[in-house]
């Protein structure tokens, strides 16, 4: 018999990534709220590589961040090594990346949470939800008790029905032999979710000691200080490198011997693999044509020897994985520590959430990570964020916290996860977002702060600081407009200096900083700002002016997009009654239910032709409702 345990606002299933982000918004936007995990010892665990960011992900950290989220902040307390990466192209690619101490990362997250007011931090096995009526009120656990709330957040990762796959050999698990959740998938199903099959994998790991790194290239962190969140001020310079070597001949040799013991190539593996993190089974085969390949060695952290053997995902048997490792250079007498694996999981169907990520077969139940059909530990903290902040703001009776795709890489995962589905474990690019000049790794916090105060995770103290920033930039930008710059003997030398043609007019300062090799440094030398700007600010002010143009263009095209993301589709429209209408396009409409006609135009099957169609019909206001 079940137990009653208790009643909170909120409750989020899970400790990973998605429920830490998820847990600590309810939390500090005052709901009470209860966290559920597997184990507290694996909290925040970082089951396969132990770094943060890079291309996309590494803006969505600092826009997690801006909206008050706990990611960024814990990886500049933890990590190991911290790069800002394509710092030769332009701003919109850049962004940083950093290698996490893994079990200081996990500690320090535990920490966060063991002492957030309004935050219970418990050790349980959810198997099913408590729904009422197409209402979830709550969760029950293993032991029997009954967990009631007012909202329900789920943020299981790769643990349900968890099966580890190595060579000829299968069992359930977890990631790395912890317990997999199975009741919960069946609970799922039996309320009518739609659920796939998804797999990911993680390489060997070996023991750093015995690796020679004579062979090898060094990867070192940047010298210069880096930090994701906008609050750290206290900067860790303490780095670790990591290292660089390649395939051999000889590795591509093992491999093409033995794909005949490659679950994925034999049949075992039914789940789909993310296309942008393959096997290395899976690279040789595709790339034939390729000598070799990189493989990066990762320390796992500063107390342990463990090196994670980037670019070496498999799920091969442990014999072959052996051979595998002693083909490498650096590599001979590497000593194996652990094998990689591949791990198929249960995921729902993301067009079964709405936009803030509830549920839309069921009031009150959200769902946040790789549940959601994601992978990565950033597309994971970013859903859970979003979808504890709307737990809250459902509770509250007020209307869902949605990012648009011109606001945030964090509007374009969720967007692209409930408009369009993933047929795979899907993965940000930069190339996803159409707006990418405006989603710039350099201006989160000038695009997100003033959202995340709103919504009460954002200090009064950091809000005040921002505010100070912006103005700092919008006079400087202003002063710059105003100021000529004359051509005298001063100036030119200035620029002559810096390898900058002169000039025999006055130009405007402004005007000067446009060109391609002026850096605001240089005009700062010719007409320099009478109160200290800060290199944040003097980065903002040099990137605003150089592409003003191009970002220009970029806010015409979001003021154009926003006219479809205002006409509202009623919720109950019935689109198998509107004539003219494809019947794939209906279905798909049918399916995904848009809340808007620019949501609609991105459903994948839906035409333009149907758009136009659908604009009609709402506009006539005829509208045929579905009978419920």
């Known amino acids: 018999m079940g137990y009653n345990a208790g009643h909170y606002d909120v409750i989020v299933v899970g400790a990973g990534h998605a429920g830490c982000e998820a847990a600590l918004a309810a939390a500090r936007m005052g709901a009470k709220t209860l966290c559920l995990t597997l184990n507290l010892d694996t909290i925040a665990y970082m089951p396969c590589n132990p770094s943060v960011g890079g291309p996309a992900k590494g803006v969505v950290v600092r826009e997690i961040d801006a909206l008050g989220g706990e990611i960024a902040k814990n990886v500049d307390k933890t990590h190991i090594q911290m790069r800002l990466l394509n710092t030769r192209k332009g701003p919109a690619v850049r962004a940083l990346r950093a290698q996490a101490d893994k079990v200081m990362y996990q500690m320090e997250m535990k920490k966060t949470l063991e002492n957030t007011e309004n935050l219970t931090l418990r050790q349980a096995m959810v198997e099913r939800l408590i729904v009422e009526e197409g209402i979830c009120k709550g969760v029950v656990t293993k032991t029997e ?109 093992i491999i093409q011997e033995n794909l005949h013991r490659s679950p994925m190539y034999s049949g075992a593996i039914e789940g789909t693999g993310a296309r942008y993190c393959p096997s290395i089974e899976d690279k040789i085969v595709r790339f034939n044509d390729k000598p070799r390949h990189q493989i990066f060695l990762e320390p796992e952290g500063r107390e342990t020897e463990e090196v994670y053997v980037q670019g070496l995902s498999t799920s091969l048997p442990e014999d072959v994985q052996r051979k595998l490792i002693w083909s490498v250079p650096g590599l001979e007498k590497a000593e194996f520590m652990r094998a990689g694996y591949a791990i198929e999981y249960d995921a729902i169907v993301p067009t079964q959430l709405w936009p803030s990520l509830e549920t839309k077969k069921v009031e009150r139940l959200f769902t946040a990570g790789q549940l959601n059909g994601t992978s990565g530990y950033e597309e994971a903290a970013a859903q859970g964020i979003i979808a504890g902040i709307n737990a809250v703001r459902k509770i509250q009776g007020k209307e869902p916290f949605v990012l648009a795709r011109s606001d945030a890489y964090i509007g374009v995962l969720i967007d692209d996860l409930v408009t369009k589905g993933t047929n795979e474990p899907y993965r940000l690019l930069t190339s996803r977002a159409e707006y990418r000049l405006l989603l710039r790794h350099d201006n989160c916090d000038l695009r997100l702060t003033e959202k995340g105060y709103k919504l009460g995770l954002i200090s009064e103290e950091r809000y005040e600081r921002f505010q100070k920033k912006k103005e700092k930039i919008e006079t400087e930008i202003k002063r710059l407009h105003s ?136 506009e006539q206001g005829k509208i045929a409702k579905v009978v419920k």
């Open 483 to 618: 100021v000529v710059v004359k051509p005298n003997k001063e100036t030119n030398d200035i620029l002559e200096a810096n390898g900058v043609k002169t000039i025999t007019d006055g130009v405007k300062a402004s005007d000067l900083l446009k060109r391609p090799e002026v850096t605001y440094e240089i005009l700062a030398k010719i007409v320099p700002s009478e109160q200290s700007l800060g290199e944040e600010v003097e980065e903002q002010v040099e990137i605003q002016i150089k592409y003003k143009g191009y970002i220009d263009k970029q806010l015409q095209q979001v003021e154009k997009m926003k006219k479809m993301e205002n006409k509202k589709i009623p919720d109950d429209i019935d689109y198998f009654a509107i004539p003219g209408i494809a019947t794939e396009a209906k279905q798909k409409l049918d399916e995904v239910r848009p809340l808007s006609v620019g949501q609609a135009s991105r459903i994948s099957g839906v035409n333009p032709s149907d758009i136009s169609i659908l604009l009609v019909y709402i």
């Open 145 to 253: 008790a009954e967990y009631y709330a007012d909202a329900v957040v789920i943020t299981t990762g790769t643990y349900l029905r968890g099966k580890i796959i190595i060579g000829e050999l299968e069992y359930e698990s977890g990631p790395n032999n912890m317990q997999p959740s199975v009741n919960l998938s069946y609970a799922l199903q039996d309320l009518g979710f739609e659920i796939v099959r998804f797999k990911t994998g993680t390489p060997p790991r070996v023991n750093r000691n015995t690796i020679d790194y004579s062979v090898t290239e060094i990867q070192p962190g940047d010298e210069e200080p880096r930090a994701f969140s906008y609050e750290t001020t206290e900067f860790n310079t303490n780095q670790l490198p990591c290292w660089l070597t390649y395939t051999s001949p000889e590795t591509h040799e």
